[in-house]
């Protein structure tokens, strides 16, 4: 069964903004040892069932995923950030209902030695 991360990783490189900025250095839980910036890597931090629709065939629930943005200059940084909450705003399909962003927080990374935006997007789907 493939990931909400995994599904937003698989749209975010089919977006031509996105990808034009990151290509496909999209990576699901963590990055890879010397990565290449800039880079997005993401994870979920959250899923909680609507219990309202609990006795559904099919729960919808809300995941949220948390999206490092890292690249080497701020500008950078924010111009990537800023094209993922662009091309997640409204994402819909056949089980995903809305996707939105909310909370931001931008900060060095000593260890790395690049900025960092985290985004988290918040995906409300039918789990099938």
Same mark, same amino acid.
């Given at each position: 069964?493939?990931?909400?991360?995994?599904?937003?990783?698989?749209?975010?490189?089919?977006?031509?903004?996105?990808?034009?900025? @990151?290509?496909?250095?999209?990576?699901?839980?963590?990055?890879?040892?010397?990565?290449?910036?800039?880079?997005?890597?993401? &994870?979920?931090?959250?899923?909680?069932?609507?219990?309202?629709? %609990?006795?559904?065939?099919?729960?919808? @629930?809300?995941?949220?995923?948390?999206?490092?943005?890292?690249?080497?200059?701020?500008? %950078? +940084?924010?111009?990537?950030?800023?094209?993922?909450?662009?091309?997640?705003?409204?994402?819909?399909?056949?089980?995903?209902?809305?996707?939105?962003?909310?909370?931001?927080?931008?900060?060095?990374?000593?260890?790395?030695? @690049? &900025? +960092?935006?985290? @985004?988290?997007?918040?995906?409300?789907?039918?789990? +099938?």
């Amino acid at each position: 069964m493939t990931t909400v991360a995994e599904r937003l990783r698989t749209h975010l490189r089919n977006d031509a903004t996105t990808a034009a900025l @990151v290509g496909t250095r999209i990576y699901v839980q963590r990055l890879p040892q010397n990565p290449t910036y800039p880079a997005l890597c993401m &994870h979920t931090i959250g899923r909680v069932e609507d219990v309202m629709r %609990g006795t559904l065939a099919y729960p919808i @629930v809300t995941v949220r995923v948390q999206i490092d943005v890292h690249d080497s200059s701020y500008d %950078g +940084v924010m111009a990537l950030a800023g094209a993922v909450k662009w091309a997640l705003l409204g994402l819909r399909d056949s089980t995903v209902h809305d996707c939105r962003t909310e909370d931001q927080y931008e900060y060095w990374d000593e260890t790395l030695g @690049v &900025h +960092v935006v985290s @985004v988290d997007a918040l995906v409300n789907l039918t789990e +099938v």
